[in-house]
Each structure stands twice: as C-alpha cells, then as structure tokens.
C-alpha cells in the first residue's frame, strides 16, 4: 500500500503528532484506509477496469455507491464491500446508464439491501437499463431524479447536484456531476461528462472548485476542458480506466492537462484502488495493488437510517432534519421527479440478460462491436445479427458460431479490421459506424432485439 499525504491548513504540534499516529495506522493496517476510522470521510475508487465504481462511506458509517462498473466486475464490487464491514448501501447513484457504470450496479441490487436510488430519470434503451429499473421497481427502493441545483445533506456532507440542468440527446453530457463537501475538503464526481456538460456548469456558475477530481469519461480528451479544468483546480485527479483498454484511455492531452495545473494524477490501472481519508481539514491518498474479481460473496442485512435533506439551489445552507422514526424511505424533499421512459423494442429471449453489447471503440481504423456471454450457458450465435441503425447495415453471425461462458467476441470493420476467430471476426474492410453518433442493435436468430448500444 501507498499513501499520499496533503495538509490544508497550517497543523499545530499536537496536530502534527495525530498525522504521525495516521500514517503508521495507514502503513500497518490497511482496514484504517477503507472505512473504519472515526470522523473521517473515506471515499474509494475502485479498481474495476474499464468504468467507474467509488464507494463513499461518511463518518457515521452511511454507505453511498457512485457507480458499479461494468457487470463483469458486479460480484467483485459486492466482494469488496462486504469483505470491508459494507452490507448494504443507504444511497446508490447512477451517474447515466452506460453499462460499464451500470453493470455491477445491477449486481449490488441483486445482492444486498439498497435503501435509496439518485438517478438522472434519463430514457436510455438497453436491457440492462431496463433490468435495472425492473429491479429497483420490483424492490420498492424509493428513487429520487437529481438535477442541477439541488443539494443535498447526507449527515456531516453536503452533495450539490450541478448537472445535468435538462435532458438532451447525448447520454455522456447527461451524466449526474456531484460535488461532494466535508468541512473544507471537495469532491468533484463527473460521470462520462464532456466538454458541452462542462461549459453548461460553468455557464451556471456553480461553484466546482475542488481538492480531489474524478476525471470525467476515464481521461479521455473529450471531457476536461481546459476552462473546466482550471475551475475546478484540482490538487488530486483519479482516473477510473482499465489496462491496456481499446479506447486509448486516458488520453495524453488529458494528462498534459492535469499536469499543467499542478495536479496528482492517480490512474486505478496503474495504482489500483485508490482511497482518500480525510477528516475534512486534511487528506491523505492511498493506493492498494486489488483489483475487483468476480468473486461472489454472500451480504448480511443490516438497517441504517439516512437523513437526507434536499434544497432548492446550491450552496444553500443545511438545516438539520427533523428526527423521526427510521425508515426506507430516504428521498429528498422538494425534489421534481422525471419517470424515465423506456423506448419499446421487439421481445427479448432469456438470453436478453445474459449475452450483452459490452464495447464498441469506433474512433480508429480498426472499429468493432464486443459482445460478452454473461449466461450460465454457451450460445449457439448462427444467425444471430448486429446492426448499425444509422447506415442499416446488417453482420450476420457464421453458421455453428458459439460463444462461450465469460468470453467475448469482437466484429471488426474498417481497413485495419482483423480477423482472428473465435474471439475476433471480420465485419468488412470498410467503416460501419458513425463518428457524430450511431446505435448497435444485437438480435437472436429470431429476429428478436437482444441488446444495444447508443453513443
């Protein structure tokens, strides 16, 4: 383990002997690092590859999940939790619904009592959207949407909501953007945001400025803006991204960037998990070498109650709440709810849930669509089809093709695409999808929509 240490005011003696006390707790007991400190806000970023999972636990124990990560990493995540005293979750957060946020999302549900949803209410359609709301639905778990300019108070934190102010088009520039405050230390969550979200904050005058920086869409050089960038001023930046992923993430530009305002860049594939404890004066950042595997572990129950407070405009001042009675039911007051709606599509097969559009890098010269068998079973794929909405043109899977539990194949297009079966096929030599915006439509040899993936 690693640890970083980042003072914010000027310490006194005694203050100096406590931050002795802390680094030789943080050296031998890596415990200390992942929640169990009293006062301290710790919040950690998960190592689950390509996407984004943080895990926030406050002083008194609330537990808040910002992200899940792909579905891949969804026993992982819940491993890791319980492994570390987490059993359930009092605010789960969806910051928009791309499956390597959603997935392990999915699999928290299924797996441990989750006591609140904040979401955008954004329509997005993908059978892992829809098994998410069907689940939270089947559940009863109160759901909240957030939007620019409301805060809410989560004990001793303060979370501002700054984006999205309305719902458009592109599911990056409508993810969720929190800033997070404990005392004098900020945190600033971005979701796949890019550089249109990013003007439209500081066009709100939000305040962002913040200590700590979840870099937005895994460091790639649509998002941070030089004029966001600045704003927010970050001492600390993560970047959520996974080894060697196909995206070129994060990007150089992006790392000149954070460089250039003085920023510590921590990167989860080349740190791993990475946890910030702070008492709200001070911080110190650390790094542990575990990524998440997909290690099923079974949750325990427990009942906490979480007072939540919403306002009507950031930065208004917190009162406290009202005491009463504990319950489920931690949605904000005064919040306006947006139903998401669900675009209609053919009827799926059971396999709807299980063989999934997982990837789909379409900036190069090599493009293709990742498709992963999350099922129990191996797939007999002959016949099954991939479509790309915006041109109509149509790959048809080769007769006996089958895709094995847990693997993934690839469907090339573009002068560079290759051809490598089973785990890459060639599409054709020429590009399929549309650079300004397309959708990937998945269907069984039926003819029934199995999956898609709108960029």
Request: aromatic share 8%; glycine share 10%; hydrophobic share 35%.
């Amino acid at each position: 383990m690693h640890e970083r240490k980042h003072l914010r005011a000027a310490p006194t003696v005694g203050w100096l002997v406590a931050i002795v006390v802390a680094l030789a707790l943080l050296t031998f007991s890596p415990a200390f690092v992942q929640g169990e400190t009293t006062g301290s806000l710790v919040v950690t970023f998960l190592d689950v590859g390509q996407g984004d999972a943080i895990w926030v636990k406050t002083p008194q124990g609330v537990d808040l999940l910002i992200d899940g990560g792909p579905q891949s990493a969804g026993y992982g995540v819940v491993s890791y939790l319980t492994s570390h005293g987490c059993t359930d979750i009092e605010g789960m957060v969806l910051t928009h619904p791309h499956a390597d946020h959603l997935g392990g999302l999915v699999t928290v549900l299924e797996s441990m009592p989750v006591y609140a949803v904040w979401y955008t209410g954004q329509s997005y359609s993908s059978s892992l959207y829809t098994q998410f709301l069907d689940l939270i639905a089947s559940k009863s778990i109160p759901t909240t949407v957030l939007s620019a300019g409301q805060t809410l108070t989560v004990g001793p934190l303060t979370v501002a909501a700054l984006h999205p102010t309305t719902i458009g088009s592109d599911c990056n520039n409508n993810s969720l953007v929190l800033r997070l405050s404990y005392g004098s230390v900020d945190f600033l969550f971005t979701g796949d945001v890019e550089a249109t979200g990013e003007a439209e904050i500081l066009a709100h005058e939000y305040t962002v400025q913040s200590e700590i920086l979840k870099v937005a869409h895994h460091g790639s050089d649509t998002s941070t803006s030089w004029g966001f960038l600045t704003a927010v001023a970050p001492e600390v930046a993560v970047i959520s991204v996974g080894a060697g992923n196909s995206y070129g993430h994060p990007s150089s530009t992006t790392l000149a960037r954070l460089a250039s305002v003085g920023a510590h860049t921590y990167r989860t594939d080349l740190d791993g998990t990475i946890t910030v404890t702070t008492d709200g004066v001070s911080y110190f950042v650390s790094t542990t070498q575990n990524p998440v595997t997909a290690t099923p572990t079974v949750a325990l129950t427990r009942w906490v109650y979480l007072p939540v407070v919403a306002r009507g405009a950031v930065g208004a001042t917190p009162t406290p709440p009202p005491t009463r009675t504990p319950t489920r039911t931690l949605t904000p007051t005064g919040t306006p709810t947006r139903t998401p709606t669900r675009t209609p599509t053919p009827t799926a097969t059971s396999a709807a849930n299980n063989i999934q559009i997982t990837a789909l890098p379409y900036a190069g010269s090599d493009e293709y669509v990742e498709i992963t068998n999350y099922g129990p079973n191996a797939q007999n794929m002959t016949n099954w089809r991939i479509q790309s909405v915006e041109g109509n043109q149509w790959y048809t899977f080769p007769s006996g093709y089958t895709l094995a539990v847990g693997a993934y194949v690839r469907v090339h297009s573009g002068p560079s695409a290759v051809n490598n079966p089973p785990t890459d096929l060639k599409w054709t030599g020429s590009y399929i999808w549309n650079n300004d915006g397309d959708e990937a439509r998945l269907y069984n040899e039926a003819g029934q929509l199995v999956d898609n993936w709108v960029y």
